[in-house]
């Protein structure tokens, strides 16, 4: 059974197709608007959700299908009166597919290996792989195409967004620059990294890592960053982490060293004044929204994927 757990289980092949399926539906979305007609997403959020959630939710809808979103503050799950091994098989009875977004890798992982649905990571401590088919579509939107782009990620390199930003972009042939503070603590992850220069050996692109900012931007076509306070970062660690990253927060001084055409990204929430300043996020080089409404298109896709949709004349 496929499912979508980390983007290193997929191919350039695979992920090519979500592009594809995705500017599709963006462009055509009356196409599909019974593409998934009669199924039914359910949906568990342990960790709190804007986009992930509404996108999610009015995707299935608008191609005719129906989002359960589980509260699990309420639940026999929350309250520690049910395995998460049990609640996925009966879930699966009921429910099409399944959309995860929790704390601990190893929790998408154990409802993966139980499911008999296909299950999404909507989020892991670990991984957010429709974060970036959603950031893959964008650059291939507004730049035509992947291989051969430079792309920058500026801020923490040790975090779920960053690690699927390297598997993304290394399967896809993108050349990434990652500038960060020296150290185990805010470096990629080891057996990340030499996974995904692996991986861009394969498809002839190249990973750098630098505490170097100007260095790590100069030339970028893509300029990247997240917040500095993802949401496992205790409010305690707040002072000390903006002393480790303002060297790193994206402002105009940063943008010009870049490509003149170089477009800015943020997969939101964004705090302006931290990891970017309010003149990148709200200047003409900015894209943050449009890469927020392609979180939707390219869900839609994986979702039909998932389901064995064929085309947009095929019904699931």
């Known amino acids: ?10 191919s350039a092949d695979d992920i090519r197709g979500i592009l594809d399926r995705g500017a599709d539906i963006k462009l055509d979305p009356k196409q599909y608007a019974h593409a998934a007609d009669q199924k039914v ?6 960790k709190p959700s804007l986009r992930t959630r509404v996108s999610f939710q009015t995707g299935i809808a608008r191609m005719g299908g129906t989002a359960i979103n589980y509260d699990i503050s309420t639940s026999p799950l929350g309250a520690g009166k049910e395995s998460l091994e049990d609640t996925v ?30 299950v999404v990571n909507a989020l892991t401590d670990f991984s957010h792989p429709c974060q970036v088919l959603a950031d893959l579509l964008t650059i291939r939107e507004k730049k035509g195409e992947l291989k051969g782009i430079r792309f920058c990620f500026l801020g923490d390199g040790n975090n779920n967004v960053t690690h699927s930003l390297m598997y993304g972009c290394s399967i896809m042939g993108v050349d990434i620059a990652i500038g960060c ?4 603590t805010y470096e990629p992850h080891p057996s990340v990294l030499a996974e995904c220069q692996a991986f861009a050996a394969e498809g002839g692109s190249r990973i750098t890592i630098s505490d170097d900012a100007m260095e790590a931007v100069e030339g970028a076509d893509v300029v990247y960053t997240d917040s500095w306070m ?19 927060q994206v402002n105009d001084a940063i943008m010009s060293h870049a490509d003149k055409d170089a477009i800015f990204m943020n997969c939101l929430p964004a705090q302006r004044g931290y990891e970017q300043t309010a003149s990148v996020i709200d200047g003409s080089q900015s894209v943050v929204f449009d890469q927020a409404e392609n979180r939707m298109h390219a869900q839609n896709a994986v979702l039909l994927k998932l389901l064995g949709h064929g085309g947009p004349d095929t019904h699931c």
């Open 89 to 118: 098989r009966v879930v699966s009875r009921y429910a099409d597919l399944i959309v995860a977004r929790l704390f601990k890798h190893e929790h998408i992982e154990l409802m993966a290996k139980h499911a008999l649905v296909p």
């Open 181 to 184: 503070p020296a150290g185990t």
């Open 1 to 10: 059974m496929n499912h979508l757990i980390t983007l290193q289980d997929w």
């Open 41 to 46: 997403l359910f949906m568990v959020f342990e």
């Open 230 to 248: 993802s949401y496992h970062i205790s409010e305690e660690e707040h002072d000390k982490r903006v002393g480790v990253f303002t060297p790193y």
